[in-house]
């Protein structure tokens, strides 16, 4: 079987390719298909490009032909409109001149009101009337040849691939031709960056909430038994169950103890951060205030160490403890003042009630008595003396002297007290006073100093720092504290960003670093990695801008996926340079090497681009399940990063090697010039003559 293919060349038409088909056997099953058919993706892409051209040459045509009537029209009117914009600018300036005029009787700083009119009026005034005298003929002129129709709107292509391999030569070819033009639009093009950065969300450091439960924590006061403490939960389960419907969650529970306890809703699936937002604010205004309850929507930790994003801390320190809780107590009312916080919680506030003894330390010594040994007769008193087991055959009976309950049940068993010294006993009324009052159940320090601890819930996670400031703002000015004692910035929501964007910043860097190095070692050059290197900021706009239309949070996690497109998109630029640098190297001209290295590098740098942004498409678009880690953030900045930075590596990357190997030539060329100038001497004469040249004769 043989199959013989002729192209003809028909006269009147276009160029077309036809198969001839010559056989021995006449019964072949396959069809005859011509090697430069074009196949269906790129015929559509090149019919869709087609429209657009059509689309594109219409509008042309058709603003060339309302530009034409209205110059037609205009130019010979150009003086008429000229004076009618004079007209309207003298109405105008004669219209203001009252106000102006007043005004500046009222402030004598006020410019001169003719040079403001001037400005003003003036200025716009003499634009438009030299735009209608002289640039309307010049207009009326450069339109007497209408716009060309282009040959073929469809391109000839037969793939895709063809099309892009097309395009980026073309693009290539005009920027090496036309570099600083290139260079410039290269500018703006990253300069665009500064959209998405004042426009895009950006999410507080920290962790995400809870999206499968929310909990709801109760204060009961002190005269509640266990069993009154077990029926007044029950109310709040009530509750929930009327509201089973609005809230769709799938269980409920309560753990409680006399002093309080939690009641939580969960859901089996993570919900949407509405939902979850519309059930908070429901049981904030609707939950049902019991007398004796205190309802708070924010746990209460104690070492302040939360990094939740809808949680603010503020920390107090100084050397007194009783002091530092006075100040306390104001800084907490100054935060409830605060649009924007809420659920304001301290230390305080669940705190149980104890008793206070305060000792008179002279008084004390003068009796012979310590506060240890205070200490440990109270203790006695209240809990008891652990002395030995009792052991007898079989078993041991532990045995405690304790006192009676009704001798210890109020506070005048304690101020009656015999505390025994060393070598007498004196009441413990003689030197200390006691009384009740709120005492946190420990006293954290820092640093050496005493620290308070305040936490409040915003109400918007995207606020988190501005609301942060706004407390430091107002516990700043509200806060008369002496000195010693401080509001703390060193755990402020400000302080972590910027501590953690130092982190990311130098790791970044590091990042860069340790690429550069590694390049300059493989390439064993130092300019060719530098051309890498220009993807660098193009990946980080790309990120910028798929976050911003996408509309994602911008995140910590974020910034680990840019520190990742560090070590990921250097490589298409390395590949690229690599084929231009072989190229080279089988002696090729620099510019048709970069046109043939970028012709051979399209495909493999595509598929390796794209392969990656399909891979990171279900992590960019699916939300974290429970309370698992939103990885939303990173998978957008890799991908977008991935797309633009490969559009820009086949356009940045030759554009920079051509500029870096001119300044290569030019500093060799420098450098050389000086070798020579001194390794001359000052007074050679510049022309010698060569010594002559001394053959040997040949060896029989």
Avoid at 225 to 230: F, G, R
Avoid at 312 to 332: C, I, K, M, N, W
Avoid at 556 to 574: A, F, P, R
Wanted: proline content about 6%.
């Amino acid at each position: 079987r043989s199959v013989t293919i002729t192209k003809v060349q028909l006269p009147n038409t276009r160029r077309s390719t036809f198969c001839v088909k010559n056989t021995i056997d006449r019964l072949l099953p396959e069809p005859c298909v011509c090697q430069n058919t074009p196949r269906l993706p790129g015929r559509a892409v090149g019919w869709c490009i087609g429209a657009v051209r059509v689309v594109f040459h219409g509008l042309v045509r058709l603003l060339y032909a309302v530009c034409v009537g209205v110059l037609a029209v205009a130019a010979p009117l150009r003086f008429v409109l000229a004076a009618l914009v004079v007209a309207v600018a003298g109405w105008k300036a004669w219209l203001a001149w009252p106000a102006i005029e007043s005004a500046r009787l009222m402030d004598v700083k006020d410019p001169d009101p003719v040079a403001l009119l001037a400005i003003t009026y003036g200025v716009p005034a003499l634009l438009a009337v030299s735009l209608l005298l002289i640039g309307l003929p010049r207009w009326r002129k450069l339109l007497v040849v209408p716009p060309t129709r282009p040959r073929q709107f469809v391109p000839a292509t037969r793939s895709v691939l063809d099309l892009v391999i097309d395009g980026n030569q073309r693009l290539v070819a005009w920027s090496v031709t036309h570099r600083f033009a290139a260079s410039f639009a290269m500018l703006l093009a990253f300069l665009s960056i500064a959209i998405p950065v004042n426009r895009m969300v950006v999410a507080a450091f920290g962790e995400e909430d809870s999206k499968t439960r929310i909990n709801v924590w109760v204060e009961l006061e002190d005269n509640f038994t266990l069993a009154q403490a077990a029926a007044e939960m029950n109310h709040y389960d009530e509750f929930f169950e009327s509201r089973r419907a609005a809230y769709h969650f799938d269980h409920s529970g309560n753990r409680f103890n006399v002093q309080g306890g939690r009641v939580s809703l969960y859901w089996d699936q993570p919900q949407k951060q509405a939902h979850m937002d519309f059930v908070l604010a429901d049981l904030k205004r609707d939950l049902p205030r019991l007398p004796g309850h205190r309802l708070q929507f924010l746990e209460d930790m104690e070492s302040g160490e939360n990094r939740s994003r809808s949680v603010v801390t503020f920390r107090l320190h100084g050397p007194d403890s009783d002091e530092l809780e006075r100040y306390g107590t104001q800084a907490v009312e100054l935060l409830q003042s605060v649009p924007g916080l809420s659920s304001v919680s301290s230390p305080l506030e669940n705190a149980p009630k104890q008793v206070r003894i305060k000792f008179d330390s002279d008084l004390a010594q003068q009796l012979g008595v310590s506060p240890q040994t205070a200490l440990e007769n109270i203790s006695w008193a209240l809990r008891g003396v652990q002395l030995p087991r009792f052991q007898e055959p079989g078993r041991e009976i532990p045995l405690i002297i304790e006192y009676d309950e009704e001798n210890v049940a109020g506070l005048g068993t304690l101020r009656d007290l015999t505390v025994y010294a060393e070598q007498n006993a004196v009441p413990l009324s003689s030197f200390a006073d006691l009384e009740f009052g709120q005492q946190r159940r420990a006293i954290n320090r820092r640093n050496g100093q005493v620290t308070f601890t305040i936490q409040a819930k915003v109400d918007n996670p995207a606020r988190q720092r501005e609301l942060s400031d706004a407390g430091l703002r107002a516990l700043s000015a509200g806060l008369d504290l002496p000195r010693g004692y401080a509001v703390g910035e060193d755990d402020t929501i400000g302080f972590r960003q910027e501590e953690e964007m130092q982190e990311l910043m130098s790791a970044l860097l590091l990042g860069i670093v340790l690429v550069f190095l590694l390049m300059g070692i493989l390439f064993e050059s130092f300019l060719l990695p530098i051309s890498v290197l220009f993807t660098i900021p193009y990946a980080i706009l790309g990120s910028y801008w798929a976050l911003y239309l996408t509309g994602t949070a911008m995140d910590s996690v974020g910034w680990i996926g840019i520190i990742i497109l560090v070590g990921v998109e250097v490589n298409h630029g390395i590949v690229l340079i690599d084929r231009i640098h072989a190229l080279r190297a089988e002696g090729m001209e620099r510019t048709a090497a970069i046109l043939e290295g970028c012709k051979n590098r399209v495909r493999p740098i595509l598929m390796t681009a794209l392969t990656a942004v399909m891979g990171l498409y279900p992590m960019a678009v699916t939300e974290p399940s429970g309370e698992g880690i939103d990885y939303r953030a990173l998978a957008t900045c890799v991908a977008g990063g991935l797309i633009v930075s490969t559009v820009f590596t086949l356009w940045v990357v030759p554009l920079a090697y051509s500029l870096l190997d001119d300044l290569a030539i030019a500093f060799g060329a420098r450098m050389r010039w000086s070798l020579r100038r001194r390794g001359a001497p000052h007074d050679a004469p510049r022309d010698v003559a060569a010594p002559p040249s001394v053959t040997a004769p040949a060896a029989n």
